[in-house]
Every structure is written in C-alpha cells, then in structure tokens.
C-alpha cells in the first residue's frame, strides 16, 4: 500500500524548534518529488516547502523562509522538516504529499499532489 | 506570485443536485489545474489533474474543466459523501503551486 505516516508535531513554545519526519512505504520514494503543506485550524491549504527526488532544488514559501530547512534521505525513504524560531501563525497540521509529475521530453505536462499523509498538529503557544 | 481565487466559498446542495464550482487564476496558467477534496479531519485527496483529466478511483460524476484563467469542477450527481471542502491548485509556476481558498459544500 502507497502510504505516507508524519511524525513529529507537538506542543512548542515560540521560538522554539521542531523537527517533522515524513515515512514513505509502497513506492520508490527515490524517484518522486515531495511537499509540505500546511492548514491552519479552520483555515485552507498553503504549501510550505519542496524538494525534488535527488534534493538538488529546493524551495521554500516566503512565510517561512529562512527559519524552516526541507531534507530527506532516500535510504531511509524519508522526508524532514526543520522548523526554527517558531511563531504562533505557525500553529497547523502539516502535511507532508508526494509530487507527482508527468514530463514529455524535459516538459512537465502535469503535476500534483496525489498522495498525503494523515498530518501531523504543530502548535505553537506559550 | 500566481494568486487563485474561487466561488462561490460555499453552497449549500441537496443529494442529486448539479454542482459546480469555479476557480481562476490571476495569469494563465494553462491546464495546469489541479481539484482536490477534503472532508473534516481527513488529509486532502486530488480528484482531478491537469484541469481534466480524472485521477484514478475517482468517480465519473466529478469532472474538470478549462484552460488559461478560468476552470470548474463539476459534480454531476451530488452523492451524500461528496459533502467536504474543495480546493483548485494551479500547478503552472514555482516555487509554490499556490491552492485557492476553498468551496465548502454542506447539505441543504
């Protein structure tokens, strides 16, 4: 079974720290890209970050920028997010969602998102 | 920045009903449109890529459609389980493929 299981997520004071882990089983987690995408409580979808399946491009939200680093490891079929200097409008469940793109030649013809963990709840309060 | 709204931000629908929601893009971003839907306490699941094209187990009476700016999903025969939140995502332009504010659908 395709499937993505975050970890991680916890009570922490700002600015404070918080390390999420992302577990893929079921596919060659090597060769996709992978998100996270976050959802304020009541609030909708903002993405967060992005790495692509060799993490040699990397991309961040402004929001968070500077204080949140994406990693993985492919032997460990894993996905990472480093959260620092944490703020309350950083409070969400974080999800993390597997990349999925479609290329003819070198040209992505379609991308998204087609496999999401469960989340996991990240509040930020003192 | 690619910024998408959608409408209306919520409907209310009874079983059976005709349902359909739109979302545009603040620049084209061809088909390059993604249709999710998430219900309460549950991660979101894509329904619908590249603006129409039907992701798999996904039911026949969801389609897409559109290109450019404006896009829609429709539900042909609004079925009791398709009551939840429903979110357009362009996936055109990094970094970011920016998702819209959400159309929440509830019984009438």
């Known amino acids: 079974e395709v499937q993505l299981v975050e970890s991680g997520g916890g009570l922490v004071q700002p600015g404070g720290s918080l390390r999420l882990s992302c577990a893929a089983s079921g596919f060659t987690f090597s060769s996709y890209s992978m998100n996270w995408v976050r959802q304020a409580p009541g609030k909708g979808l903002e993405w967060v970050s992005y790495?692509?399946?060799?993490?040699?491009?990397?991309y961040y939200a402004d929001s968070v920028k500077g204080r949140f680093t994406i990693s993985r490891d492919n032997a460990k079929n894993s996905l990472y997010l480093q959260m620092n200097s944490l703020r309350a409008e950083d409070t969400a469940v974080y999800y993390c969602?597997?990349?999925?793109?479609?290329?003819?030649?070198?040209?992505?013809?379609?991308?998204?998102?087609?496999?999401w963990g469960q989340g996991t709840m990240v509040t930020v309060s003192s | 920045d690619i910024q998408m709204t959608q409408s209306p931000s919520s409907l209310s629908a009874s079983v059976g009903d005709r349902v359909t929601i739109t979302c545009r893009a603040s620049q084209s971003i061809s088909s390059y449109l993604n249709w999710y839907q998430q219900k309460p306490g549950k991660a979101p699941k894509l329904l619908i890529y590249?603006?129409?094209s039907l992701q798999s187990g996904v039911p026949s009476r969801f389609s897409g459609s559109g290109s450019g700016t404006d896009f829609t999903l429709t539900i042909s025969s609004l079925q009791p389980e398709d009551f939840a939140t429903y979110y357009c995502?362009?996936?055109?332009?990094?970094?970011?493929?920016?998702f819209g504010p959400g159309t929440k659908v509830d019984i009438k």
């Open positions: 969602a597997r990349d999925r793109q479609s290329r003819i030649t070198m040209i992505v013809v379609e991308d998204a998102f087609d496999i």
């Open positions: 995502q362009q996936s055109y332009s990094t970094p970011g493929f920016t």
């Open positions: 790495i692509s399946s060799s993490s040699s491009t990397i």
């Open positions: 590249a603006a129409s």
